[in-house]
């Protein structure tokens, strides 16, 4: 899908959820790329779980979600005594500058879960409700078929949250996935070998895959190519395995990657992949974590060739990351401490021009000029 076509979020407002108070409610513009740098504590990750709570909301899965999730006193800020409400609120633009804004409520029950208050579509200044009292989004019930209903849900639908930390072992990444699990990449790449597979068989989206597979080779230059056969006596099944340069006969398995290296492959998949398969927002949290130096520079490229087409969300601890971005990308965290809750904002590119000539984005972040700092 062409950039031009997607429904991009222009504005996204929170309160009342996690770190973020009802009492100072945040409003944040969002761009093609959005680097959201703090200290720890500061309400980086909520930012980032927002999305993912959304992403349960669009399957039908926001009781899964709230019940993972410690439950809706550990979701409302300080819990329901402090806080009645989760709202929220975002903002969608068109190349036409058509105009949609969703807005949804959530309020704890008696089971410590959460339903929706209310839920609410804005188009071009005139409000529609939707509903209210349901425990799963009006947007994905049989009711929701008007166009703004369904234009809405489908722009939510493709916002998707990743996060590719867990390596071990057992776990998703380094198992076997079922090919017939390709629609897109999940959460936790646990069907990397069946996206890589699509990729690699069909006519249509083998330039991607040779694309993905060179700057792989980039981080990992041992590799030769991805093995991606069903398995024999299971051909529903296949897992990550790759070839060695100088050894064709020899087969090796997803147990012989590093943990950052099976990570950087999940990155290039993400990344790099086709067009009309990317989501319209990529969330993604630390996406720098285990990875080397250079390895970082080769990510900053393949987020940038894929913000050409989608827009990136992503919370970072990396100086080296935050470098290769400009001032008007990143959105910093901060713990207001009188407030005990989290502010965002954006940087004025303006007001650092001076600082610029000097330093880089990381020095004045060290020296807590951008704040963000413990």
Known sequence: MEKEKRSKITRITIS?????????????????????????????SNFVSFFKMLNFMMTGELQTYVGRNGFAEDLLYFGSKKT??????LEFKNEKKYTNVYTFSLVKTIQDSLIFSEEIIETNGKQFPLAGGQKESFLISPDANYKNEQVVKLIL?????????????????????????DHWLTNNAGNLATILYRLKTATDFFPY??????????????????????QKNNPEKISLRWLQKG?????????????????????ATLFLQPPELLPNVIIIDEPELGLHPQAVDILVTMMKMASQHTQIIAATQSARLLNNFGVNDIIVAEMN?????????????????????????SELWEKNILGGQP
């Open 16 to 44: 009342g959820y996690k770190s973020i108070s009802p009492e100072l409610p945040q409003s944040v513009a969002l761009g093609d790329i959005n680097i959201v740098i703090g200290a720890n504590g500061a309400g980086k």
């Open 247 to 267: 050894y064709p006969e020899y087969i090796m398995g997803p147990e012989q990657l590093s943990d950052g290296s099976i990570r950087f492959i999940a990155l």
């Open 209 to 230: 895959y040779r694309r993905i597979v060179q700057f792989v080779q980039r981080v990992l230059p041992q590799l030769n190519d991805f093995y991606l056969e069903p």
């Open 157 to 181: 639908s493709r916002c998707r949250a990743f996060q590719f930390h867990d390596t071990s072992d057992n776990s998703y990444i380094r198992a076997y996935s079922d090919l017939s699990n």
């Open 84 to 89: 009645q409400l989760i709202k929220a609120s």
């Open 337 to 361: 401490r009188q407030k005990n809750a989290t502010e965002f904002k954006r940087l004025s590119e303006k007001e650092l021009d001076s600082w610029l000539e000097d330093y880089s984005l």
